[in-house]
């Protein structure tokens, strides 16, 4: 065979940049693709928990006759003076995930629970104020400890990144807190301190009333900066910002914020939108530019307005 013959069968340099950028543009316009359906999956697996998690409070009310309490605030037992009054910053009341737990299949966790004592978490402190301790260190009652660090991933968003030292013991969802402080008063919403909320009291309709919202456990400040410790530990409440989805306070709190403290309004990783159970345990996908009138309207338990949140 000739050098001429075996010259004319090789690849130029011109031929094979050519195939190298056809590669490159295939890539390029699949890689959206894949990032999308791996999005659209991890939407449909948190879809599907906030429906399992609607379903155990449904439980619970059928078993009770009435939801679980936001937190639990008791008179007696092992608890910081400022606790015993419900008006007072509860430094780490036991909350309404800790309630469910043998209704998600978690009787063991369930029984190793002290509701006598404090609650346990990691990080208790809120995000900006980091209550109950300055430095955000390990805190409450280490007879808790052990169900606090083995949170069931039911709780965790597949959308939110985690870390070894959150992804144990901090969850993405929250309960219908209303407006204000639910952590320390009674609220408009169907969960606060020591709520005992039966469903004849949505008297603006389960389905026009949120019961579940997400909360992402990791979230931005006002300032745009990524916040250094995470937020809503799994059962440990001393602030609103845990385990509680409220609209307004000091101020409004819209979906998906990160202006005035956002990290009391529902958000998620999801782009453009967060997920929701509403009181009758139907979930659905909710824009996160919902006019700010119809969103606060759907908190509300008893408030007589005619509205329809979001679609299907």
């Known amino acids: ?25 295939l890539v ?9 359906a791996r999005e659209a999956a991890r939407r449909t697996q948190c879809g599907n928990q906030i429906k399992q998690i609607a379903v155990a409070l449904h439980n619970y009310h059928d078993t009770h006759r009435l939801f679980p309490s936001g937190n639990l605030v008791q008179n007696t037992g092992a608890w910081p003076a400022a606790c015993h009054r419900h008006n007072a910053v509860c430094c780490g009341s036991i909350g309404w995930p800790a309630l469910i737990l043998p209704f ?10 002290d ?32 169900v606090a660090e083995n949170m069931p991933q039911l709780f965790r968003c597949p959308a939110v990144p985690g870390n070894a030292r959150d992804s144990r013991n901090h969850k993405d969802y929250a309960v219908n807190g209303g407006s204000g402080l639910p952590d320390r008063n009674r609220t408009n919403g169907i969960f606060f301190v020591n709520s005992a909320t039966a469903m004849n009291v949505i008297q603006d309709g389960t389905s026009n009333t949120f019961m579940i919202l997400e909360l992402s456990h990791l979230w931005k400040h006002d300032t745009g ?27 409004n709190f819209p979906p998906n914020s ?23 345990a139907n979930v659905r996908f909710l824009d996160e530019n919902i006019d700010f009138n119809v969103y606060g309207s759907t908190f509300t338990v008893a408030s007589g307005e005619a509205v329809t949140a979001g679609t299907p």
Do not use: K
């Open 1 to 25: 065979m000739s050098r001429t013959s075996l010259r004319s069968r090789a690849f130029t340099l011109v031929e094979l940049l050519v195939v190298i950028a056809i590669i490159g543009i």
């Open 28 to 36: 390029a316009l699949l890689l959206p693709a894949i990032q999308a």
């Open 104 to 113: 998600v299949e978690q009787e063991a966790l369930y029984t190793r629970l």
């Open 115 to 146: 509701f006598t004592r404090q609650a346990w978490a990691r990080e208790p402190g809120e995000h900006s104020y980091h209550e109950g301790n300055a430095t955000n260190a390990p805190f409450g009652d280490p007879a808790n400890q052990y």
């Open 225 to 251: 900066a990524w916040y250094t410790y995470g937020a809503n530990p799994f059962f440990w409440v001393n602030h609103a910002t845990q385990g509680y989805a409220v609209y307004v306070e000091a101020c």
């Open 258 to 280: 990160i202006t005035c403290r956002p990290t009391r309004g529902a958000r998620s990783m999801h782009p453009g939108g967060f997920q929701v159970a509403f009181a009758d």
